[in-house]
């Protein structure tokens, strides 16, 4: 016999139960430490450090953005993470605790939304669960540069419930519309899909009617406001700051089967979870730099497309909430989808689904039977295996989080060939001597870089990786190999001409003239500087001390770390410049630990340099 769906407790016990599960499958995050783009935005961001508030409401998100990558302007990103660094200093656990209360937060919003747009409460709670645990928002919720989707999907919601008590006459409806609107889109460029939340909630203030022509045109209309602001924030980013890559490639046009692909790869990721990674999905391109599209992907983006009108076309009539769902998953995918070419090296992250999947929550919801019935439990019990699986595997991706060493490893293992995962392993293995291991990662870059976009930069970089490497695995005595690598320092740092090296069976080719030789000074500083500290310390060693203190004097203005100051010392000491030398091992305090070590080192050069002149 069929009964009423159980009764949910009070609202606010209902709410901050929900909150707390939503965070449950991400919790292990609170271990966690900064990985990749986070030193960038935090780390090594003076402005996030010293609480500049007017340089992050006025500069570029990435303080380094230069050359081909993609420009963003999120103030209010910048901001919380300032909060963040001036409440915790340097501890991360700070930084993730603050993405676990504002995803919590999401999470409630999303279920007092899905509750609204069904009038389905009970219902609504096992969508917005749904939703939370996906493990597609591991990507915004573990990781510290993620929470710019968690911010604007923030703003967005509050934004559409102060639009929902507008349409309804409530009071602070309007306070709340122009509050979320400005949180939005000051943390994300997606916030451009405000319209689609407006145009449902005004279909929902008119009480759900069924779709026509005249109830979609009234509730566009309703939305063109917002419309109108949306236009006006890309037209004002499209005269400030670039809406793409700097640089031409196939990915910065528009192509109809690079839409196609990309939903093909959303189809993926939300219905096989798993492996995800970072770069799950690189854009992979031929000799003349045209995109190789997968077909799996072609078929499964055309499947989509074709699934999606169908649905539409089946449920225009039957059941409108569906079609709601439908068409808003469609709209909230279109900023990421390269409907717009943004010449991004990958097709699609994970966390670019963090608002699009309530289209799916919508569905979910508006297909769930309305009776408390023996198909309704077994539907509900097939649904809470899935939500299990979900959180397990959010629960595993987000282990995959809590260090760089983790972190690369995984990207690693999921795609082995892409240049941006080899170079860590790289380092991990130079650092531990593993000098042979890490040539062949070199060579595997070197090899693989004209497969990927931008590959001339790739290219360059792996090969200063190699010209490491292998001066590390020369000994004293091997005068032709040491001329060998100090001719190639010259002739690209100094000369700036065409440089080459063998190592093993590769021969490795750039040229000091190329284009992106520059942007990668521009760019890296630091990465360029102690790429030229390993050229100093190479021409040293191959008694060329003219080129070497040449070098070293470049390359002292540009290094940031230890290792690029330590090589850079000794460069100066092998040549005799001790002055300089010391001058370096000066800015590291009297209180550092490697500082001792390092002079020890010059000193032992100082002896030789003495013995020798005796």
Not at 41 to 60: A, S, Y
Not at 61 to 76: D, E, N, S, V
Not at 188 to 193: I, M
Not at 509 to 527: K, Y
Request: charged share 20%; with cysteine; aromatic share 10%.
């Amino acid at each position: 016999m069929a009964s009423e769906a159980p009764r949910l407790p009070r609202p606010t016990i209902l709410l901050f139960a929900l909150a707390l599960l939503a965070i449950l499958p991400f919790a292990a995050s609170l271990g966690g430490w900064f990985i990749y783009d986070d030193f960038k935005l935090v780390i090594h961001n003076d402005g996030v450090r010293e609480f500049r508030l007017k340089e992050l409401w006025t500069e570029e998100f990435f303080p380094t953005a230069q050359g081909p990558q993609l420009h963003y302007f999120r103030p209010l990103v910048s901001t919380t993470l300032a909060i963040d660094w001036a409440i915790f200093g340097g501890n991360a656990s700070g930084f993730h605790a603050t993405n676990l209360i504002l995803h919590a937060i999401v999470t409630a919003l999303i279920y007092r939304t899905l509750a609204r747009w069904s009038g389905r409460e009970a219902v609504a709670l096992i969508g917005a669960l749904v939703w939370a645990w996906h493990p597609s928002k591991v990507e915004a919720v573990a990781w510290i540069a993620g929470r710019t989707d968690i911010l604007c999907t923030l703003g967005l919601l509050v934004a559409a419930a102060g639009a929902s008590r507008r349409f309804r006459g409530l009071r602070h409806g309007l306070t709340l519309e122009l509050l979320g609107a400005f949180v939005a889109f000051s943390s994300k460029e997606n916030a451009v899909v405000l319209p689609a939340l407006i145009a449902v909630e005004a279909w929902v203030a008119k009480g759900r009617p069924s779709l026509d022509f005249g109830t979609v045109r009234a509730a566009v209309v309703r939305s063109l406001p917002h419309a109108t602001l949306s236009a006006a924030y890309v037209a004002a980013r499209l005269l400030t700051v670039s809406l793409g890559s700097t640089e031409a490639s196939a990915a910065n046009r528009f192509s109809v089967a690079l839409i196609l692909e990309t939903c093909g790869e959303i189809v993926r990721i939300l219905a096989l979870p798993w492996p995800l990674a970072l770069h799950r999905a690189p854009i992979e391109v031929d000799t003349t730099g045209q995109i190789i599209h997968d077909p799996v992907r072609l078929g499964l983006g055309a499947l989509a497309i074709v699934g999606l009108v169908a649905g539409v076309a089946f449920a225009w009539r039957r059941q409108p909430l569906v079609t709601v769902g439908i068409l808003l998953s469609a709209v909230l995918c279109l900023p990421t989808a390269n409907v717009w070419p943004l010449g991004q090296p990958v097709l699609f992250s994970e966390r670019f689904l963090y608002l699009p999947t309530l289209g799916v929550a919508v569905i979910i919801v508006a297909l769930a039977p309305s009776v408390w019935n023996r198909s309704a439990k077994v539907l509900t019990s097939a649904t809470a295996l899935a939500m299990t699986a979900y959180a397990g595997l959010s629960l595993a991706h987000t282990d995959h989080f809590e260090d760089e060493q983790r972190f690369w490893r995984h990207e690693f293992s999921v795609q082995p060939e892409v240049s941006v995962t080899i170079e860590p392993i790289f380092n991990q293995a130079f650092r531990e001597g593993r000098y042979e291991e890490a040539l062949d990662l070199a060579i595997r870059g070197y090899r693989n870089g004209h497969r990927w976009l931008f590959g001339r930069n790739v290219n360059i970089g792996f090969t200063l990786l190699a010209a490491k490497a292998k001066e590390a695995m020369t000994p004293a005595h091997d005068a032709a190999a040491l001329t060998e690598l100090a001719n190639f320092y010259r002739h690209f740092f100094l000369e700036k001409t065409a440089a080459s090296f063998a190592a093993g069976p590769q021969t490795f080719l750039i040229d000091g003239r190329w284009p992106s030789a520059q942007w990668l000074r521009e760019d890296n500083p630091g990465g360029f500087g102690e790429a030229q500290a390993n050229g100093a310390h190479t021409l040293a060693r191959a008694a060329d001390c003219v080129g070497a203190l040449a070098l070293a004097r470049e390359a002292r203005d540009l290094i940031t770390n230890l290792s690029g100051l330590r090589t850079t010392a000794l460069a100066f000491a092998r040549c005799g410049a001790f002055d300089d030398a010391y001058e370096l091992t000066s800015r590291l305090g009297d209180h550092s630990v490697a500082r001792p070590e390092i002079e020890a080192e010059l000193a032992a050069l100082r002896t030789e340099a003495e013995a020798r002149g005796n």
